[in-house]
């Protein structure tokens, strides 16, 4: 057999506040919505943007970190492959397909409170959780200039 891929990288923001449940054999699941942005021009020249809105599922861990960590607002970095559900509609009869993102690796880019804080990073993966600082400016690259005279060519 051939090998492929199916992998999956977002960086957007959560669109409101994920939804936690439990499967019937008690694994936490959390569910929400994730935006992601598109600028280009149109053909008058002016800059547009378009929203792509991705559903999102993680389990286990990675729900509870979704749980006790995300809100609306907060900016993620999510790490995953695309799955695609049916069902029948009890309603209408008809077959319903959801196709969804499930979560293997997330990066918390929102501070712990606050959507709009940037500063902090968290990183969590189905192996854990991984909440290393930011690496230090290098204190060397910032006092050292570049010229004109400094380029090869």
Known sequence: MAKSVNKVILLGNVGKDPEIRSTGG??????????????????QGNWQ????WHNVVA??????????YVK???KLYVEGRLTT??????ETGKKVYRTEIVVSDISLLSGRDDASNQAGSTRASSAGMDQRPAPARDEFSQQTEISDDDIPF
């Open 85 to 90: 559900r049916n069902w029948d509609d009890k």
């Open 59 to 68: 389990y286990a861990r990675l729900a509870e970190i979704i749980r006790d």
């Open 26 to 43: 008690g694994t936490m699941v959390a569910t929400f919505g994730l935006a992601t942005s598109e600028r280009y021009k149109d053909a």
């Open 72 to 74: 609306k607002g907060h």
């Open 49 to 52: 943007d378009r929203t792509e």
